[in-house]
């Protein structure tokens, strides 16, 4: 089963605009992560926040947390060809990572 | 890229053959973790291993078994292949067992026919 769901399913924007997905989730976390995985290849750890924070940011990306209403969401800023791959939230339960089906991000220059 | 790398990278196999995928860690990580990917799906949790012992399962069959060895490298078998089973695998290391965050393999995609 899966515990986070991202939104949307697919994203297609041009280079320099900004893509943000989203990722509901259903139980109580201590920390929530989002990954990157390009085509047919293993995922990159980005960034994590906790349950105890709001927002985060690395680089050119910004993550919020909601945990009153369950959600997340990813802001790449500035895309580049380059960032055109799929992303995953994922939640820990125990000793597992719970991924959710993903947003495809395509991005064309 | 991580320092984690996976064997082979493609395997084609015929349903009710068994296949072995081996996994090297990272460096210094003494946890490993193997996840299940089917197309277009996220990957699910198959088991985790910490210091040669099996630290947690997910909802998969007894045909599924694991090995972590001394030196952290790990095995993934699978016995009585099905259709199904046709995904991409991935190992994933980490330097504790609470999963906060995982270093991925690129993974073996595993074709049964």
């Known amino acids: 089963s899966q515990q986070g769901e991202e939104d949307p399913q697919a994203l297609s924007i041009q280079e320099g605009e900004n893509a943000t997905m989203n990722c509901s989730y259903k139980?109580?976390?201590?920390?929530l992560q989002w990954y990157r995985q390009n085509s047919g290849r293993g995922l990159v750890h980005l960034i994590l926040i906790r349950s105890n924070e709001r927002e985060k940011h690395s680089g050119r990306l910004r993550v919020t947390l909601d945990t009153s209403k369950k959600s997340s969401s990813l802001l790449i800023t500035a895309s580049r060809a380059a960032d055109t791959a799929s992303y995953f939230c994922?939640?820990?339960?125990?000793?597992?990572?719970?991924f959710g089906k993903g947003t495809t991000l395509s991005v064309s220059s | 890229e991580t320092g984690v790398t996976q064997s082979p990278t493609h395997l084609i196999k015929t349903r009710g053959q068994q296949v072995t995928l081996r996994c090297s860690s990272q460096?210094?990580?003494?946890?490993v973790s193997w996840y299940q990917q089917a197309l277009g799906q996220g990957p699910q949790f198959i088991f985790q291993?910490?210091?040669?012992?099996?630290?947690g399962r997910g909802n998969f069959p007894p045909r599924f078994s694991g090995l972590q060895f001394p030196n952290y490298s790990s095995e993934l078998n699978v016995n009585a292949l099905e259709l199904d089973d046709s995904a991409l695998y991935l190992c994933a290391s980490s330097l504790y067992r609470d999963n906060e965050k995982l270093f991925f393999g690129s993974g073996t995609q595993l074709s049964v026919l």
């Open positions: 994922a939640t820990g339960a125990g000793t597992a990572l719970i």
């Open positions: 139980t109580s976390i201590n920390n």
């Open positions: 291993y910490y210091r040669e012992e099996e630290n």
């Open positions: 460096s210094g990580h003494n946890t």
